[in-house]
């Protein structure tokens, strides 16, 4: 018997057979030549040969798929067919006398390369045009292309890590589970298996021990996967799929504590098209709106029209629901051109979100004029905030200038553990805050949140960023509020809106410290007022406690685990 444990983050309980994602395409030899008597010409001439039926190949696998997985393969497929790889690859052939596989991995190497030196969208795609030199190589040697395995019967996926055109395949009716060696819980794998409801478990750094063909035991919601599996194991994996034939239900209206305490349970958008999909979750409304999907994939500026339309079609989903704006959040693994610096040493602590309006004041002023504009359009009820706030100054000049337009209630997002520690001097003044889980976690714990090696680090559960997430609220109680203009407690409202607040058990607990919004991914909104409705606001107090009380993150989780058993009930 063996059992191996990651970093629980999608829910679930299954019985399947392994089956491993093919391993990632060797690099071939470093000078490695075309072989003796070889026609140069011919060898160059298989090299379009190979990326048409790449690109074949991926146009398949996109008519199969919808959404946003569509989109990442039918860009994917156009960038094998782009004749800069190809063309560059052939000249390496030709005239330097490189094998085809050694040439299309040099010229995959350069263009990915003059990508990254791009910033912003750009360098973004460097990964893509590596994933789709890797497919080249392979089809030129004959090999199996790297992906998710082609089998008949649903089985769960073990991977180092998905590539963006392998997220965009996971089809949860075929890959029951998936475990990764590495990654972490805020990586694009994480968040797409959240997303897609799928059980997953990452940073499980011995899964591959276990062979093709194994039979397993996946309890994701604990981060475990065991090859010995017992009926126990048998009975709950058949209640977790009697509960996705009957799933729950989020019917709004705020999520009620047992004794009658409401949370608003809010989403995560970045789009119209998310605010669409919100408003038909029943979501109270959005407690985060990303804007960056309007700057993230050109080399200037969006005007403050184009802006206007694009908030106005957003909101326009919501009316009479509050949907908390984020300004800008460049920098760091979001960097634009025209805006952060490509040659910062650390971009994570450099000049990002709030901090690039210091040099360049018109791109967030800019963004609230369009704000504005789009606020006197629909009859959602904007909240804005900024993101990256350290000190009470930078909160000041932030509020400022909302209140110039007029834009209230205007706040800030807590993701710095200098916000957290002087939350009663910021939350005087402005009018609320919401904490950013993914980046707090990150600073507190001084460990990088897109490093698998580091994911057990990066976890909310942290005793030190719980007690962070109290701080934040003590200082509401301090500042005080005003219920009437926000609809809230008398206190300055304080919101979750990173990963953290879709997790049932820790939204218990985030609850009892005294948050009192949530904001998730839609998808977590019925799990999340199911286990909520469990407990009083009294219990959810004295399990915050326990939490905070505990030595470690595993014994914080263990002694909330234990006083919800609905968690248990539910595969959780």
């Not at 972490?184 to 276990?210: C, M, N, W, Y």
């Not at 804007?291 to 969006?302: G, N, Q």
Request: hydrophobic share 45%; with cysteine.
């Amino acid at each position: 018997m063996a059992q191996y444990t990651g970093v629980a983050v999608s829910p679930g309980r299954v019985i399947g057979t392994i089956r491993s994602m093919a391993p990632p395409v060797a690099e071939p030899p470093a000078g490695e030549k075309l072989s003796e008597g070889a026609d140069a010409a011919a060898e160059a001439a298989r090299i379009p040969e190979a990326a048409a039926a790449v690109q074949a190949s991926l146009t398949r696998l996109a008519e199969r798929a919808a959404g946003d997985g569509k989109q990442i393969l039918e860009a994917t497929a156009q960038m094998a067919a782009d004749p800069s790889l190809t063309q560059t690859a052939q000249g390496f052939v030709t005239s330097g006398g490189k094998s085809a596989a050694r040439a299309v991995w040099e010229a995959g190497d350069q263009v990915a390369s003059m990508l990254e030196g791009l910033g912003g969208y750009m360098a973004e795609r460097a990964t893509d045009v590596r994933d789709v030199r890797a497919r080249i190589v392979a089809e030129l040697r004959g090999e199996q292309a790297p992906g998710i395995p082609e089998v008949e019967e649903p089985f769960v996926l073990t991977a180092i890590d998905l590539a963006p055109a392998d997220t965009a395949t996971l089809d949860p009716s075929r890959v029951l589970a998936l475990v990764t060696s590495d990654g972490g819980p805020q990586s694009h794998t994480a968040i797409l298996a959240r997303q897609l409801g799928l059980p997953a478990i990452v940073a499980a750094k011995d899964i591959h021990e276990f062979a093709d063909g194994t039979e397993v035991f996946v309890d994701a919601g604990f981060g475990t996967v065991t090859d010995e599996v017992t009926e126990e194991h048998h009975r709950l994996s058949a209640a977790w799929a009697e509960l996705q034939k009957n799933p729950l239900t989020y019917d709004g209206g705020g999520g009620a504590l047992k004794d009658g305490t409401r949370v608003q349970l809010l989403a995560n958008i970045g789009n119209a098209a998310d605010a669409e999909k919100a408003a038909v979750a029943n979501a109270d409304g959005v407690g985060l709106f990303r804007t960056e999907f309007l700057f993230l994939d050109r080399e200037d500026e969006p005007s403050v029209e184009e802006q206007t339309t694009a908030y106005t079609e957003t909101f326009a989903h919501l009316p009479g629901k509050k949907v908390v704006v984020r300004t800008i959040d460049a920098g760091a693994d979001k960097p634009l051109p025209f805006l952060t610096d490509a040659e910062e040493p650390n971009p994570a602590l450099g000049v990002r979100a709030y901090r690039t309006s210091w040099e360049k004041r018109s791109v967030l002023t800019n963004q609230l004029d369009a704000i504005a504009a789009a606020a006197k359009q629909t009859d959602a009820k904007p909240w804005v905030m900024a993101p990256m706030i350290a000190t009470v100054e930078e909160t000041e000049d932030f509020i400022a200038l909302c209140r110039e337009r007029d834009l209230a209630p205007a706040g800030i997002m807590v993701e710095t553990p200098a916000a957290a520690l002087t939350a009663n001097h910021h939350l005087a003044a402005c009018d609320f805050a919401s904490i950013g889980t993914n980046d707090l976690t990150q600073y507190t714990m001084a460990a990088d949140r897109q490093l698998g090696s580091l994911a057990h680090l990066n976890t909310p559960w942290q005793p030190s960023v719980l007690a962070l997430v109290k701080a934040t609220c003590d200082g509401a109680r301090t500042a005080g509020g005003d219920p009437e203009a926000f609809g809230e407690s008398a206190n300055k409202p304080v919101g979750v809106c990173g990963e953290a607040a879709g997790a049932p058990g820790l939204a218990v607990v985030l609850v009892g410290l005294g948050v009192n919004s949530l904001s998730m991914t839609p998808r977590s909104l019925p799990a999340v007022a199911k286990v909520l409705s469990t407990v009083t606001l009294e219990q959810a107090r004295e399990l915050a406690a326990k939490a905070l009380a505990a030595r470690t993150a595993d014994d914080a989780i263990s002694a909330v685990r234990a006083g919800l058993p609905i968690l248990g009930e539910l595969g959780l």
